[in-house]
């Protein structure tokens, strides 16, 4: 039977896998080169090194998780581990914004850039 004392390490494994996951995505090589780009911007580029700090930052808060109470340098571990996520999430602002704030499908503006309507008719 799990103790509720259990549930803070689990969740500090948890997070640690996903901070390995971001960290190894920092460090990884891109994926297949893309042969016609479909975006009307060009992507926002990534920062490794600051991808690697947001990996670092939640592998010492799940440190912190992990050591729970008793262990003498939580604390520490989550100040570094809040001051590692904050200097990362300022290194991939201009990634982390296209990532959280993108609307999707562009919202077009000008009527010359609208796409010409199907004469097409469907039947339902």
Known sequence: MMR???????????????AAAII???FAPDGLPRFSERRRRARAPRSPFGQALIGA????????????DTWKFGTVAVLLGSVLLIVGGIMSRAYLKEALFNRGVSRRRDPEDQPPESKTYRIR
């Open 4 to 18: 509720l004392e259990h549930l803070p390490i689990i969740l500090g494994m948890l997070v640690l896998l996903a």
């Open 24 to 26: 190894y995505d920092a």
């Open 57 to 68: 930052g939640m592998a010492a808060l799940a440190a912190a998780l992990i050591g729970r």
